[in-house]
């Protein structure tokens, strides 16, 4: 079998060395210069990590020029038309879409465990009565490693991975009602088992003592469309942060806290509420002209949030998926004379429609939409990146344990440029001048 390889050459030595060609199931292919420091004593420079595969995985591809997502093999589309967000967390985890069977002991296992220890209750009352929900999950998330924290004895087994990756999946949606709940000063709701995942999740939410909650199959649809859609997306910032955290073998609940503070940074996590603030910004819809006459003039430093993506440069499939759960929602609501969404839709008709937008491929995107269904449900701003790490919460567990069951896993370590100050004699303070 031939084996491929790319030549790098010191253009200041002649000296050269063959690298690797490894190539995956789809994608592009990676040259392996794992040994270019001892063959030629140097390293690669490459920041943000842009073009460098960080880990072999098997869970989710994609592939941003033809905007193609899969997660197992599965186009997303095929799932989120006829899975649940259970079926897809069981797919992401086992690496199987599971039988009749396997589904009901699973859903049987997430109901279990959806309850939270009472101390962690007691936890919440530390948090000041304005805090970020994002901080209580982080703090809770990582208080959880101080009541299932058996690490040491059991983390290289994989039943003890598995019971770790449940309880996450389970206690995900309470914790983040509960947050919810501590922020309008109302009473936590305990899980009710007779519910489905999202269901439940929705009555912890907004129900409220002696008013029993009216559900609505329509926002149960578009909300568990949307956790299906934010459940894992490769490598990115929070997933390679869960990655590097757990290398160093710290226990998973702590790698997951870990994985939420950096989805909670704007640049990550928080692209949805950002389109809800540029909505309420615009204000009104004969105020559309003029915004986007700014934007596309660049008169100013005005931006266009929930258009275009930085992975998806054709489209994003998931927008595709979404956009009609959202509208559904809408029109099920009647809100589509609502400001804010009227809005929205006129922006999203200008999009799909303008050259200017269709030229630069500025599709709305899945936050777009996410931003939109979250604000019909009647969540606040604050809430929208715990939303979105309830459901990324399956994908990071997932990838934490393809991470763990490898044979040489090895505690990441990066590389960097140094450009300080070079080596110098310390001087005492009573000679310097």
């Known amino acids: 079998m031939s084996r491929e390889t790319v030549t790098i050459t010191d253009n200041r030595t002649g000296k050269s060395m063959e690298c690797p060609i490894i190539k995956g199931t789809h994608g592009p292919p990676v040259i392996n210069c794992q040994s270019l420091y001892k063959e030629m004593g140097m390293f690669t420079f490459d920041p943000a990590y842009v073009t460098t595969a ?29 899975s649940s967000y259970l079926e897809v967390c069981y797919l992401l985890l086992n690496g199987e879409l599971p039988t009749e ?59 003890y991975r598995m019971g770790s990756a449940i309880r996450l999946i389970a206690k995900m949606p309470t914790i ?19 519910l489905s995942y999202v269901a439940n999740f929705m009555n912890m939410m907004f129900s409220v003592p002696r008013e029993p909650y009216k559900f609505n199959e329509t926002a149960i649809k578009a ?3 949307m956790l299906i859609l934010h459940a894992d997306h490769e490598q990115n910032a929070s997933t390679s942060t869960v990655r590097l955290a757990g290398s160093s073998q710290a226990h998973p609940y702590s790698c997951i806290a870990g994985g939420i503070a950096t989805l909670w940074g704007p640049a990550h996590g928080g692209a949805n509420e950002a389109v809800i603030r540029m909505l309420q910004e615009i204000g ?13 003039d660049k008169s100013d430093p005005t931006r266009l949030m929930g258009f275009g993506h930085r992975v998806y440069k054709n489209y ?18 009647d809100a589509t004379k609502e400001p804010l969404f009227e809005i929205a839709l006129e922006l999203e008709r200008i999009a799909l429609s303008d050259d200017y937008f269709i ?19 009647g969540i606040p701003l604050n809430m929208f990146t715990v939303m979105f790490a309830v459901a990324r919460s399956v994908g990071w567990i997932s990838q934490w344990m393809e991470m763990m069951e490898e044979e040489d896993l090895r505690i ?15 001087v005492p303070m009573d000679q310097r001048t």
């Open 284 to 296: 009104n819809v004969k105020n559309i002209p003029k915004y986007l006459k700014k934007f596309k």
């Open 412 to 426: 990441g370590r990066p590389r960097q440029l140094y450009l300080g100050a070079a080596q110098r004699d310390y």
């Open 223 to 225: 909300l568990e469309i």
């Open 101 to 159: 069977e396997q589904m009901k002991s699973f859903q049987a296992s997430i109901c279990q465990h959806t309850m939270l220890h009472e101390g962690l209750l007691s936890f919440y009352k530390g948090f000041r009565h304005d805090a970020h929900p994002m901080a209580m999950l982080v703090g809770v998330v990582g208080a959880l490693s101080g009541y299932y924290s058996d690490l040491k004895t059991d983390i290289k087994s994989h039943e």
């Open 359 to 377: 030229k630069r491929k500025l599709y709305p995107n899945v936050d777009f939409y996410s931003g939109m269904i979250l604000s019909a449900l």
């Open 316 to 333: 994003d499939p998931r927008a595709k998926i979404i956009r009609k759960s959202c509208h559904n929602l809408l029109h099920e609501l």
């Open 176 to 194: 983040a009602a509960n947050s919810y709940k501590y922020l309008i000063g109302q009473p936590y709701v305990y899980p009710q088992t007779n």
């Open 54 to 82: 960080s880990c072999e995985s098997r869970i989710t591809f994609i592939d941003g020029e033809k905007g193609i997502l899969l997660y197992r093999g599965y186009p997303i589309e095929q799932l989120a038309e006829n």
